[in-house]
């Protein structure tokens, strides 16, 4: 099998019919989860992405007092690959997590300083909780888009004596921008976005790119052991942004592309 998708990537072919360039089926729906202050599920082909926003109320980290906190968790449920285990988050959650945080922090997302109820003492703290439902390749370009769809979707709690009521809210959470992750695949000398899991086996390496909306690079991050060229990193962020576009068309509403 590996040697047959290789073959048809070297000829620019993909064993599902797309071009090298081409995102699978995209659906974002917002608003999922009832009991989270924002939500949002993606399905992309048949990977399936959920992400929750919970907010409440803690205190300042001691190096930021005037910022609110994010924080980032993913888990790999065992329904959604074989190769999840039970149990707590393995690398690859970590690591997923990890780069959406940094593509959100340095992406400007959120103004964590509109976050601080008192300064120095209380603020809020946002959670983006991911969970992975169906694992068919590209989960990082999923997750993200989901968490920043999740963001849109979430609302701040009313507070009385110091207490949330959940269920009514103060305003929306403000995003300032919507980063994306595009993931672009290098093979020979071929690049491609949106891996299948199985593609995603074969590939020489992968470079994760996190594009703002005025296709700022805000992070990028390597996988895979073979080595890139100069120009191969500047084809690849040059194809990161040109589709970051075409995935931020589905942060506004619900929206499916086919």
């Not at 073959?7 to 072919?13: I, P, Q």
């Not at 060229?229 to 086919?258: T, W």
Request: aromatic share 6%; proline share 5%; net charge negative.
């Amino acid at each position: 099998m590996k040697e047959y998708i290789l073959e048809l990537l070297e000829k620019g072919k993909r064993m599902d019919g797309r071009n090298l360039d081409e995102y699978r089926n995209i659906k974002v729906e917002r608003g999922v989860v009832e009991k989270a202050e924002g939500s949002a599920w993606v399905q992309l082909g048949e990977t399936k992405v959920l992400a929750g926003v919970k907010m409440e109320i803690g205190t300042p980290f001691p190096d930021s007092p005037n910022d609110g906190i994010l924080i980032v968790n993913a888990e790999f449920t065992p329904l959604a690959s074989p190769a999840f285990e039970p149990g707590p988050p393995g690398e690859d959650a970590i690591e997923l997590a990890r780069m959406i945080d940094r593509v959100l922090r340095e992406g400007k997302a959120i103004d964590l300083s509109k976050l601080v109820i008192t300064p120095g003492e209380k603020v809020w703290c946002v959670f983006i909780d991911i969970d992975i439902l169906n694992h068919k390749g590209n989960l990082i370009d999923a997750s993200c888009l989901a968490s920043v769809a999740a963001l849109l979707d979430a609302k701040i709690p009313k507070v009385e004596d110091d207490k949330i009521i959940r269920g009514e809210y103060e305003r929306k959470l403000e995003v300032n921008f919507k980063p994306v992750i595009v993931s672009v695949c290098k093979v020979g000398e071929k690049y491609l976005v949106d891996p299948l899991e199985e593609e995603e086996e074969v590939i020489d390496c992968k470079l994760c790119i996190g594009v703002r909306d005025d296709d700022l690079i805000c992070a990028i991050q390597k996988q895979g052991k073979k080595s890139l060229r100069f120009e191969d990193i500047e084809k690849m962020v040059d194809i990161a942004i040109s589709k970051s576009k075409v995935l931020r068309r589905f942060l506004d509403g619900n929206q499916a592309y086919h």
